[in-house]
């Protein structure tokens, strides 16, 4: 007789993208600052020339 495991594979993929969840918003909250700065400089030097 085969076991069921079609629990055990959704309970693994929803581990990984909880993972990838995770990662993903310490990425963001590391990186925010500099991505803000640099569009704010982009912004300015684009308003600046006109």
Known sequence: MRADCCGATAIEYAMIVALIAVAASGA?????????DMWNFVR??????L
């Open 28 to 36: 963001i909250t590391l990186f925010a600052d500099s991505a803000i």
């Open 44 to 49: 300015d030097q684009t308003l600046g020339s």
